[in-house]
């Protein structure tokens, strides 16, 4: 099935929503099950990983086996995989020719650099090893572009866009957390691909969401306005992490979804921003960061942003389970939580809200703090 496509990089077009296969490893007969679903909701994309234990096997396999059924997009399946910064050339290699093995494939559509979260990572990039591989790479005809995903600052994604290296980036953009948004837009308008990393699930939960949720974007479902959102800005495609059939059905329904929101859908987005204000009273954090740096490196806008959406959409497991990652997650996530807060007052007179931020920052982290969760690999 055909459903519209986008221009990805200087690749391959790729249709709206593209599959991740992390949360498909339970089997080969799953990953076979939920590829198929993927074909049948029009999608030609597929993002996957070697850290995400046996997905590329079961990827391969599943591939070949609908290939002899003539299930398979037109134009055959589009592939991202990725590889970690940091890897010896010798080593890096070696994990490419054993990628392209367990997919069973001879050529990769889409190398991405996975978590370039670091100027490190980016120092092996522009003049590492990380240099040496993908010339080596190109040379022998293994890959067909280059790309990056990141949970690195601002900052550091724009450096690397702004290096022209690169041909698409995975970013996290979402409904809720639209901070990045306008890099999105420099790399679209420098001809890069860019990929939504799972906007319904780190993006709010949104397969589950609240009921205040739920209430504040009617008559829309907060996942289907938070994917509208997002293409309706441009974004390439949005990876939806399937586990099962069902989590195809908006998907599907959206195939075709790419112009700019209607009135009903901006209707529901200033209706959502308004509920949370309303809650947060003039506690309502504006994320402006003017707040930053703070002298104990506290990421003060994010863990405020996720009060925000603690007490503003009642996103309770949400929060909780992004706030208790923190420091526990290595380059992955923020470092040093609310706790740290030792009451300075140097970002007082920075806050454009004039917000008691040390309160704030300690009613975050009694709200928040708990146990952390088992972490799927971002």
Request: charged share 25%; with cysteine; proline share 5%.
């Amino acid at each position: 099935m055909n459903f519209k496509r986008r221009l990805f990089g200087k690749g391959t077009e790729v249709s709206l929503f593209t599959l991740g296969t992390m949360r498909a490893i339970t089997s080969a007969e799953h990953m076979h099950e939920i590829i198929e679903a993927a074909y049948f909701a029009g999608i030609n994309h597929i993002e996957t990983a070697p850290t995400y234990g046996p997905a590329e096997d079961f990827l391969g396999q599943s591939i070949q086996q609908l290939k002899q059924n003539n299930i398979q997009p037109e134009g055959g399946w589009v592939i991202t995989s990725k590889i970690l910064p940091n890897l010896q050339f010798s080593e890096g290699k070696r994990l490419l020719r054993r990628m392209l093995g367990r997919l069973k494939i001879e050529k990769l559509n889409n190398l991405a650099i996975h978590g370039l979260n670091l100027e490190e990572h980016l120092e092996w990039v522009l003049e590492g090893d990380g240099s040496k591989l993908i010339n080596w790479a190109k040379d022998q005809n293994l890959v067909n572009q280059i790309g990056f995903s990141s949970h690195g600052s601002t900052s550091l994604i724009k450096k690397a866009i702004n290096t022209k290296i690169f041909n698409f980036c995975s970013l996290h953009l979402h409904l809720l957390d639209p901070e990045r948004i306008p890099l999105a837009k420099i790399a679209l308008e420098e001809g890069m691909g860019v990929m939504a990393i799972s906007p319904a699930d780190k993006g709010g939960h949104l397969n589950n969401p609240s009921k205040a949720l739920v209430e504040d974007c009617h008559p829309i479902p907060p996942i289907e306005l938070a994917y509208r959102f997002l293409l309706a800005q441009g974004i390439t495609t949005l990876t939806v992490g399937a586990s099962k059939k069902n989590d195809f059905i908006i998907p599907r329904k959206l195939g075709f979804s790419d112009g700019p929101l209607n009135e009903v859908e901006k209707s529901s987005i200033k209706q959502l921003n308004k509920k949370r204000k309303q809650r947060l009273g003039e506690t309502y954090c504006g994320q402006c960061r003017a707040c930053l740096p703070c002298p104990s490196q506290i990421p003060i806008n994010e863990i405020l942003r996720l009060r925000n959406l603690n007490i503003g959409h009642e996103l309770y497991e949400y929060t909780k389970e992004r706030y208790n990652l923190i420091n526990r997650a290595g380059h992955w996530w923020e470092t040093v939580n609310a706790s740290s807060c030792n009451n300075c007052g140097d970002c007082l007179p920075r806050c454009p809200y004039h917000l008691k931020i040390p309160d704030l920052l300690k009613d975050a982290h009694l709200r928040l703090v708990d146990k952390p969760s088992r972490r799927l690999w971002e």
